[in-house]
């Protein structure tokens, strides 16, 4: 009988070592915050003409622009911003939705998103539209047609949920190459990205600290 | 004639024509009745053509009417208390060659006031006004007023009021193209149509706000006001001090619709929703002789739109700094206030009459401390990031005036005759001469 009693207690303690043991192996990774320039969103097309050209895609878990048809997580042409998730719009040239990413805008700065609060809903591009919708005002931009600029509207946060099923928030800095403070929309260049980005590599981990 | 620009060539004209007549009926020793009649006319034609070959490219003729009659009853009920009330009609007519029919408004108003003084050194006024409008909602205006005497210098005054404004035609259907400096003013009804027509005409530079929001309809503006003053007077020694503070629904305002290619503005009218301004103003004046007067003045104000407070309050308002490109929130401090209001206005004036020579000369100092134009940086309202500052300036106008025979006066007005050219964004028109004669009966 004393066998018998002994066993189970053996096996509880087993179980918790080995706990333990995975705890050490894989501890979380830090949250990656960066500021991401000069991605050049080229594109053909537009002033009556449908709009052409293939998108830049990105990928936060490199931190990287990316050729990958599968393995990115948002896409950038001209001002137009596309997820991977969803379905195509019926865009020219746009890429395969190959994943579930989602994205959506919230208001407020950058570090007021410290989490992805629990009701975020997150949008996928659809035959519809874009989740960003397009146009001034509309989405992440405003453009002045008097100075014919094109800024991205402060306190616009846009957070995504990756291929990876990662958080990551996103604020578009500029859209001209080298992000200058007082922008000649006749000399410098647009469709050049500059923003910044915190990115949770740990899977399902809301938080931005 | 001014030439705006190598293409149009233009002429414009304005007139105002004011008539008024009293007559009075005495009922009784302590009653009588005025009757007035007011009739006023303002016209204004416009004409540009082709200079090249005299093509009249836009013709148009502005004529509005207003024919008022009131009767005014006062009643002294004693030495120290009066009643009046009266009521009147305004008939508001308008012609203008481009709309196929007039267009009428007609408005009646009906008031009394109460005069009384309930202590020797003080006196109250309570009244009201009731106006019906064709076109807009009605109103009461309650006001009431004291005036509290110290002594012989010394006076405090304060009243608390309402009021209330229905858009004029001016408002809602002028189209007029000032050809002396090159500004446009357009009513809130025909905004949409002027700015095509300037449009095609390669007249405009730039929009400063989108096209849907060209045209919203005006509404009537309706205010409360709460004065408190002070008012000292010795000798030849002159002194006021008023502090204000005013809430206006609706408020009546001009903002700047577009840039214009001669480097002027295209104006129109809004309503402002919810605002308020408060502030103070001085004046002080010294009488050296019978012939020579001089006077300063100074107004300090804050305009707010209590929305755009609301909003900054709630955390919605957001800048990017220019520099770090890092957006955060709009505070109070940043907030300006209303476009096109100076925090500092001030104002010097000198007044010389020359009796011998039948005439007088008045020298007058304004100035105005940096405003704004609109908003340039999305955020929908003035804040210290906006780029539409116009820096502070000063102007200095002349008035020379003489008078010759019996009944006529001949004026010569200078403005700017410093020729202030205020640059970037505000193109002052330079040295103004303008000459007057006046005729009277």
């Given amino acids: 009988m004393n066998t018998l009693k002994f066993t ?4 509880v303690m087993l179980i918790m070592m080995s706990c333990s043991d995975d705890d ?9 915050s960066t500021t991401f320039e000069n991605l050049h969103a080229p594109q053909e097309g537009g002033r009556g003409e449908p709009i052409s050209g293939s998108f830049t895609k990105f990928d936060f878990e490199t931190g990287q622009i990316t050729d990958s048809d599968t393995e990115w997580d948002i896409a950038f042409r001209g001002a137009t911003i596309a997820v991977n998730g969803g379905t195509e719009t019926g865009t020219i040239d746009e890429p395969a939705r190959t994943s579930d990413a989602g994205i959506t805008i919230v208001n407020g700065t950058f570090e007021d998103v410290t989490e992805i609060a629990e009701d975020t ?16 005002g509309n989405g992440w931009y405003n453009y002045d047609f008097t100075t014919n600029i094109l800024s991205p ?19 578009i800095l500029s ?25 949770n590599p740990n899977e399902r981990q809301v938080t931005f600290n | 004639m001014f030439y705006q620009d190598i293409d149009i060539a233009g002429e414009s004209e304005e007139w105002d024509t004011n008539f008024t007549s009293i007559t009075r009926h005495k009922w009784s020793p302590k009653l009588h009745a005025d009757y007035e009649v007011y009739f006023t ?23 509005q009417r207003l024919f008022r009659p009131e009767v005014r009853l006062t009643y002294d009920i004693s030495s120290n208390q009066e009643m009046i009330a009266g009521i009147g009609s305004n008939f508001e007519f308008l012609d203008r060659n481009l709309f196929e029919n007039e267009v009428s408004f007609y408005s009646q108003y009906i008031y009394a006031q109460h005069s009384f003084s309930p202590l020797q050194q003080v006196d109250v006024i309570l009244g009201g006004r009731f106006d019906v409008h064709s076109e807009y909602d009605s109103q009461f205006s309650p006001k009431a007023s004291a005036i509290y005497k110290l002594n012989d210098q010394i006076s405090i005054k304060s009243s608390v009021g309402s009021g209330f404004k229905a858009p004029d035609f001016r408002q809602l259907y002028l189209d007029f193209t000032n050809s002396a400096v090159g500004y446009t003013v357009v009513g809130n009804r025909v905004e949409e149509a002027v700015v095509e027509r300037l449009q095609n005409s390669d007249q405009l530079l730039s929009l400063t706000l989108d096209l849907e929001d060209l045209g919203q309809p005006l509404d009537a503006e309706s205010s409360t006001g709460i004065n408190l003053g002070l008012s000292y007077q010795k000798n030849k020694f002159d002194f006021s001090l008023n502090a204000f503070r005013n809430d206006i629904q609706n408020l009546i305002d001009t903002r700047i619709i577009a840039r214009k290619t001669n480097g002027q503005n295209v104006f129109g009218y809004v309503n402002r929703d919810n605002i308020y301004t408060t502030g103070a103003e001085t004046d002080l004046s010294y009488t050296f002789t019978e012939n020579l007067k001089l006077s300063v003045g100074y107004q300090l104000l804050y305009a707010f739109d209590k ?67 609109f908003d340039t940086n999305g955020t929908g309202l003035i804040d210290n990031y906006d780029d539409s500052f116009v820096d502070g300036f000063s102007l200095l106008n002349l008035t020379l005036s003489k008078s010759l025979f019996k009944n006529y006066k001949f004026q010569l007005v200078g403005e700017n005759i410093l020729n202030n050219e205020q640059t970037g964004l505000l193109n002052l028109p330079g040295i103004r001469i303008t000459g007057k004669i006046q005729f009277q009966l």
């Fill in chain 1, 8 to 11: 189970p207690f053996l096996l």
């Fill in chain 1, 24 to 32: 050490e192996v894989a501890p979380l990774a830090e949250v990656e």
């Fill in chain 1, 121 to 136: 809903g997150f949008d996928q591009d659809s035959q519809n539209g874009f989740a960003i919708p397009t146009g001034s």
């Fill in chain 1, 153 to 171: 509207i402060p306190g616009k946060i846009l957070l995504v949920e990756t291929t990876n099923a990662n958080y990551a928030k996103v604020e």
């Fill in chain 1, 175 to 199: 859209y001209y190459e080298d992000a200058p403070s007082d922008i000649d929309p006749f000399q410098d260049e647009s469709r050049y990205y500059t923003f910044r980005y915190a990115y």
């Fill in chain 2, 41 to 63: 006319q303002y016209k204004a034609n416009q004409l540009e053509f082709n200079p090249i070959n005299d093509e009249i490219l836009f013709n148009s003729d502005f004529n």
């Fill in chain 2, 307 to 373: 929305e755009a407070e609301d909003r900054i309050d709630e955390g919605d308002v957001f800048i990017r700094d220019p520099e770090t490109l890092i957006t955060r929130r709009l505070e109070r401090s940043d907030y300006f206030g209303l476009p096109n209001r100076s925090r500092h206005l001030a104002n010097f004036k000198i007044y010389y009459n020359i009796p011998e020579w039948k005439a007088f000369v008045n020298l007058r100092l304004n100035y105005r401390s940096k405003y704004a134009l």
